[in-house]
């Protein structure tokens, strides 16, 4: 989408992929992001996930600059409260608010109720999205299944998972490419891993996963063909627990 010049020679950073397997463990981390639309340079994203005592919050905020104020896709922010349980990520609270002008914003919020197997969401959605969605042991939200991806990725993997956000139940199925390909953000190539989602149909997802780096070095949105959001990673740092 962009290309990215600079006025001085400088030397190539490359972040190898390293044989050993990534751990599983969640780590604090604050990332930014250059944020494209339609191979256009349009604003930044920060995703940010921090402890909230024995539970953990994932967050992502999308804002477009000056003239990509209208847009949708780059005037977000999600969050997701959520536990470890049985070694996957369990929801417990959702909610994301769209912004498409000064005055125009959307709002919807989910509970995950696990003593009752039952979410339920609120907000700006039509009625049938408001019904409560039975919920089985894996489900995800969107933010999650980001994570899910991150933790999952190892060369030729096919991966499977429950998307339920915002009302909406969906099946995800990934497949990771064969071996790491070299993504260059910035002054940085990283050696990442593609992860791609395979069934959903004109909206692609793409997810550049780099042994390491707690955070996707790259997630791109295709819509009919076309890259539509598409975040970069421009740096990344532990956060204080």
Same mark, same amino acid.
């Given at each position: @989408?962009?290309?990215?010049? +600079?006025?001085?020679? =400088?030397?190539?950073?490359?972040?190898?992929?390293?044989?050993?397997?990534?751990?599983?463990?969640?780590?604090?981390?604050?990332?930014?992001?250059?944020?494209?639309?339609?191979?256009?340079?349009?604003?930044?994203? *920060?995703?940010?996930?921090?402890?909230?005592?024995?539970?953990?919050?994932? /967050?992502?905020?999308?804002?477009?600059? %000056?003239?990509?104020?209208?847009?949708?896709?780059?005037?977000?922010?999600?969050? *997701?409260?959520? !536990?470890? &349980? !049985?070694?996957?990520?369990?929801?417990?609270?959702?909610?994301?608010? #769209?912004?498409?002008?000064?005055?125009?914003?959307?709002?919807?919020?989910?509970?995950?109720?696990?003593?009752?197997?039952?979410?339920?969401?609120?907000?700006?959605?039509?009625?049938?999205?408001?019904?409560?969605?039975?919920?089985?042991?894996? /489900? @995800?939200?969107?933010?999650?299944?980001?994570?899910?991806? @991150?933790?999952?990725? =190892?060369?030729?993997?096919?991966?499977?998972?429950?998307?339920?956000?915002?009302?909406?139940?969906?099946?995800? &199925?990934?497949?990771?490419?064969?071996?790491?390909?070299? $993504?260059?953000?910035?002054?940085? +190539?990283? +050696?990442?891993? %593609?992860?791609?989602?395979?069934?959903?149909?004109?909206?692609? @997802?793409?997810?550049?996963?780099? /042994?390491?780096?707690?955070?996707? $070095?790259?997630?791109?949105?295709?819509?009919?063909?076309?890259?539509?959001? !598409?975040? #970069?990673?421009?740096?990344?740092?532990?956060?204080?627990?």
């Amino acid at each position: @989408m962009r290309a990215l010049l +600079s006025l001085f020679a =400088t030397a190539l950073l490359i972040v190898a992929w390293p044989s050993v397997a990534r751990a599983a463990e969640l780590e604090p981390f604050v990332a930014t992001y250059d944020a494209w639309y339609q191979g256009k340079q349009a604003g930044t994203a *920060t995703m940010r996930l921090q402890p909230q005592g024995k539970q953990w919050q994932v /967050d992502l905020g999308i804002r477009g600059n %000056r003239g990509f104020a209208g847009i949708l896709g780059l005037n977000l922010e999600q969050d *997701t409260l959520f !536990d470890v &349980a !049985d070694g996957g990520y369990r929801p417990l609270r959702q909610s994301t608010t #769209r912004k498409a002008a000064v005055f125009f914003n959307r709002k919807v919020e989910g509970i995950y109720d696990w003593t009752n197997n039952v979410a339920r969401w609120t907000g700006d959605l039509s009625k049938r999205r408001r019904e409560p969605v039975q919920l089985q042991p894996g /489900d @995800m939200s969107a933010l999650l299944i980001n994570l899910a991806v @991150m933790r999952d990725a =190892t060369p030729n993997a096919a991966l499977q998972y429950r998307f339920v956000d915002g009302g909406r139940v969906r099946q995800y &199925a990934y497949q990771a490419a064969s071996e790491p390909e070299l $993504v260059q953000v910035g002054e940085i +190539s990283y +050696s990442a891993l %593609r992860v791609s989602r395979t069934n959903g149909g004109n909206d692609e @997802m793409i997810i550049w996963v780099a /042994d390491g780096v707690p955070t996707p $070095v790259r997630i791109l949105q295709r819509e009919d063909g076309e890259d539509a959001v !598409d975040l #970069r990673l421009v740096e990344y740092q532990g956060a204080p627990q």
